[in-house]
């Protein structure tokens, strides 16, 4: 081994040497633990539940209506479009941070006329020269992740692709349940029209009765003002009726992207069966599969990710880096051997002091995980709430549900002893209209109570997720995406 070798081992030992006193001297700050409230663990915690609605909650009703114009708005609405969008903008995200962990590898090509200067430091033989520099040079680069910042700035990449895609799909939840309640609204509002059409009916029967007893003398004025004020009422709320009907249908229209001619208005109906009748209880773990929470808990990672990356600010960066070069001064000995350069050797870099500006960076990202954990423990906490209220009044509505059902046979049987009578000869028909309308007015108290418990139960499909279920969103990373590439 020649001097010149030995000098040189002394001088890379020293400079490693000294390189980690000094890297010693700059003790990174631990990485605060993220704190999670207990209502999040607990809601985290537990095994998947069977009463989870699946992801098409509304085909066994057996709406085939229901089932297109879901279908239409998942197709035509720009605000899915927009979070489809926002998906491939982070993956795409995703893709340019892991092509930042392989070999970087760039060809530069220079030919420049120059002439250089006869005085300064110039060679002699080139003093008042004009020559052409010529150089080809082709550079690697490869970044060994010795601290693992690009680790963790893949990790949070990934995180922020996980929550878009979340929150996607908490968009398309809400999208369907709209077009849903919008549906049964549109029920709602044909079974009132067609009630106002009997009602009318019956009205006018009265109307008519009562105008020839006036006539005849049989009956007071004041009996014939209070039926006509009464069908007026009737009529007016026939109108605001189908005004709301008019509304309903464009508001679907404008969910499904569609013409309001397109919408089967006159088809609307809610399904033949009873509502399911609401649960006594439902495990908190069930929230926590909601796709908006899913997008809080992936948004928290990333900003975790974040803080490793901060963190890893404070440590060594070593990247491999070579090249390999045609350099000639004129142009008949650039593309020669003799004109051949190449070099190969590891770059280090070295934080040492930046007066805090690292530290504090890390502690910012902190704040900002922090910050998010706590706007997820809110939303946790709305989702309880929320759940709790669908299911509340659904058990109410289950009550005044059957106590109209009993109202409604006790004025079915008045009905059917009115008519009795009549046909006995005991009465005329004016009590037995007077039954019918008692009897109507019941059953407009049932189709509104049923169409509030259809619209409770579509409420509390949409505080439940409306079937979104990602198994492993609670695992903070899921790494088989990251093994593939």
Known sequence: MT?????????????????????????????????????????????PF?????????????????DELIRLA???????????ARVRASQAALDRTHAGQGIQANLSVESTRLRYPEVGAVPAALAGRQVWNNAAKLNFSWDLDWSGRQRAALEAAFAALQSVRAEARAAQTLLDTEVALAWFELAR???LLAWTERMIAIQERQ??????????????????LLLQASIARTRAERSEWIRLKQRTIASIAELCGIAAAQVPANRARWPDAEVPAPLDDLPASLLARRADLTAHRWRIEASQGAVRQAHAAHLPDVNLA????LLSLGLDRWVTLGARSYGVGPIVSLPIFD??????QQSEREATRDALIADYHAALLRAVREVAQELEGLRALQGQR?????????????????????????INLMPVLDAEITQLQQRRLIIETEARQWQSQIGLVRALGGGFDDTNSQAPLRTSVLERR
């Not at 040189?8 to 990485?31: D, H, S, T």
């Not at 085909?59 to 209506?65: F, Q």
């Not at 109307?207 to 014939?224: E, F, K, N, P």
């Open 189 to 191: 509002l044909q079974s």
């Open 402 to 426: 059957h106590a109209l059902q009993d109202a409604a046979a006790a004025a079915d049987q008045l009905l059917g002893v009115s008519e009795q009578r009549r046909a006995a000869g005991v």
């Open 50 to 66: 069977a009463g989870w609605p699946n992801q098409d909650w509304w085909t066994p009703w057996g709406l085939s209506e229901l």
């Open 355 to 360: 007066a805090g500006a690292r530290a504090a």
């Open 74 to 84: 998942r197709a035509n609405a720009p605000t899915l479009e927009a979070a489809q």
């Open 3 to 47: 001097d010149f070798h030995r000098h040189a081992k002394r001088r890379m030992a020293a400079i490693a040497a000294a390189c980690g006193l000094l890297v010693a001297c700059v003790a990174p700050p631990a990485i605060e633990p993220a704190r999670w409230p207990a209502a999040v663990q607990v809601a985290e915690s537990g095994a």
């Open 207 to 224: 109307i008519l009765m009562v105008s020839q007893r006036v006539a005849a003398g049989l009956d007071r004025r004041d009996g014939l």
């Open 322 to 325: 070579a090249f390999a070069a």
